[in-house]
């Protein structure tokens, strides 16, 4: 039997939530106080926040829906997964084409952060992709179960802050050993704009039939 709007049980979710939009709210206020760098904390955390919210609601992760689609033959996350990628890849291609208009000047985009192709990329996937089985969820699947009150999230994300530590203590051997000579891929150089789009939505959609 569900509780009424009315009784204790429900409004005291209800309040607890309201008092932490309000909390947000004025911390955003707080942040923005009229310079670039208090601006961007003050969209950082609210956007933080919502897509926390959304993650939350629509109980999102990554490994959940990989699972589904290979162990029970589910493909609607993924599909909406795929979707999503294609979407980003279109605003990818808009953001990346206004800061440098002509691809083949030799240059990347400012603040792109394309790295360069190496096995250590491949190995730290894979890694990465054990820890998500092992755990069985992603980050972003244990941070906001964290925050509903599942403390065993705790494990996996200690586990992934030791990974994190290791990874820094390993930058520099690997970057001199593997990714110092090692290519920077990037397609809009090789085929423009135009043929890095067309590319990669054929990737996708062929990923999605």
Not at 86 to 95: D, E, F, K, N
Not at 126 to 138: E, K, N, P
Not at 195 to 200: I, K
Request: hydrophobic share 55%.
């Amino acid at each position: 039997m569900t509780a009424s709007l009315s009784s204790p049980r429900a409004t005291l979710p209800i309040a607890l939530s309201g008092l932490l939009a309000v909390a947000l709210l004025a911390g955003a206020w707080q942040l923005a106080d009229g310079s670039n760098q208090g601006r961007a904390f003050s969209f950082s955390l609210l956007g933080g926040a919502l897509f926390g919210l959304l993650l939350q609601r629509s109980r999102f992760c990554f490994f959940c829906i990989s699972r589904d689609f290979i162990e029970r033959r589910i493909p609607d996350g993924l599909l909406g997964l795929l979707a999503a990628l294609a979407v980003g890849t279109l605003g990818y291609h808009a953001v990346f084409g206004a800061f440098l208009p002509d691809p083949f000047s030799g240059r990347l985009p400012p603040d792109a952060h394309i790295g360069p192709l190496s096995w250590v990329l491949a190995l730290a996937a894979t890694v990465f992709g054990l820890g998500m089985a092992i755990s069985g969820s992603c980050l972003s699947a244990h941070l906001y179960r964290l925050g509903e009150g599942n403390f065993t999230s705790l494990a996996a994300l200690t586990g992934a802050l030791l990974g994190f530590a290791l990874g820094f203590l390993s930058w520099n051997p690997l970057y001199l050993a593997a990714l110092q000579q090692a290519p920077v891929l990037w397609l809009p150089g090789k085929l423009g704009y135009g043929g890095s789009l067309l590319l990669q939505l054929a990737l996708l959609g062929a990923l999605a039939a």
